[in-house]
Nanobody, 114 residues
Framework: QVQLVESGGGAVQPGGSLRLSCAAS????????MAWYRQAEGKQRELVAA???????NYADSVKGRFTISRDNAKNTVYLQMNSLKPEDTAVYYC????????WGQGTLVTVSS
C-alpha cells in the first residue's frame, strides 16, 4: 500500500517561509508526476503545484513566484518551498500523484498569522 507522509508545516507570520517534504513509498516514484495540494477549512482541496517526471513544473496562479516544487527521485521525496507566505495560504497541505491519486496522507498544517 502506498504511503504518503507529509511534514514541515507549522505556524509562521506573514512574509515567512516554510519547506514542506513528502516521503512517498511509491514503486517507480521517478516515473510519476507529483503534486502538492491544499485544503483550507471549509473549502475544497485544490492543486497548488505539480512536477513531472522530467522536472517540469506548474503552479496555481495564487502561488506563482512564491512557491517552488522540487523532487529527489533517489529519496522518493517531493518538496515545496514556500516563501512570502500570506494568511490565505493557511491550509492543510498534502502531496500525491498528479494523476490517479493514491490514498491521501494525513497532510501537514500550515498556519500563516500575525
Amino acid at each position: 500500500q502506498v504511503q504518503l507522509v507529509e511534514s514541515g508545516g507549522g505556524a509562521v507570520q506573514p512574509g515567512g517561509s516554510l519547506r514542506l517534504s513528502c516521503a512517498a513509498s511509491l514503486r517507480l516514484f521517478n516515473i510519476y508526476a507529483m503534486a502538492w495540494y491544499r485544503q483550507a477549512e471549509g473549502k475544497q482541496r485544490e492543486l497548488v503545484a505539480a512536477i513531472t517526471s522530467g522536472g517540469s513544473t506548474n503552479y496555481a496562479d495564487s502561488v506563482k513566484g512564491r512557491f517552488t516544487i522540487s523532487r529527489d527521485n533517489a529519496k522518493n521525496t517531493v518538496y515545496l518551498q514556500m516563501n512570502s507566505l500570506k494568511p490565505e495560504d493557511t491550509a492543510v497541505y498534502y502531496c500525491n500523484k498528479r494523476n490517479k491519486v493514491e490514498l491521501w496522507g494525513q497532510g501537514t498544517l500550515v498556519t500563516v498569522s500575525s
